[in-house]
């Protein structure tokens, strides 16, 4: 069964930098993409930031562009979140989630894992 572990949430002061990462356990074969999702209380949920496992390509919302960085680590099965210059509209929960085509249709990611608190204080 495929899984999803989400972990490296936290506190953390504006301009500040967390990693979060989500372990992906399961898979078979490597055509398929991860996600990162938020969704802060009485918003709707937010696609972040996607990577295709097989070719790295990359896809980010606007709102994060040129802070957050989406990477695989092969060795260990698991896709960074690299999150810089945080701001406090950032704070959230992140979720990871995997085998969607676009951050633009949440609802055809098949697996999700839990979610992590990220917040981000002024």
């Known amino acids: 069964d495929v899984q999803l572990q989400a972990s490296g949430g936290g506190s953390v002061q504006a301009g500040g930098s967390l990693r979060l990462s989500c372990v992906a356990s399961?898979?078979?074969?490597?055509?398929?993409?991860i996600a990162w999702f938020r969704q802060a209380p009485g918003k709707e949920r937010e696609g972040v930031a996607h990577?295709?496992?097989?070719?790295?390509?990359?896809e980010y919302a606007d709102s994060v562009k040129g802070r957050f960085t989406v990477a695989y680590d092969n060795a260990k099965n698991t896709i960074y979140l690299e999150m810089n210059s945080l701001k406090p509209e950032d704070t959230a929960v992140y979720s990871c989630?995997?085998?969607?085509?676009?951050?633009?249709?949440?609802?055809?990611?098949?697996?999700w894992g839990q979610g992590t608190q990220v917040t981000v204080s002024s």
């Open positions: 989630a995997a085998d969607g085509s676009t951050l633009r249709i949440p609802n055809k990611y098949v697996y």
């Open positions: 399961g898979f078979t074969r490597d055509d398929y993409s």
């Open positions: 990577i295709v496992i097989r070719d790295g390509a990359t």
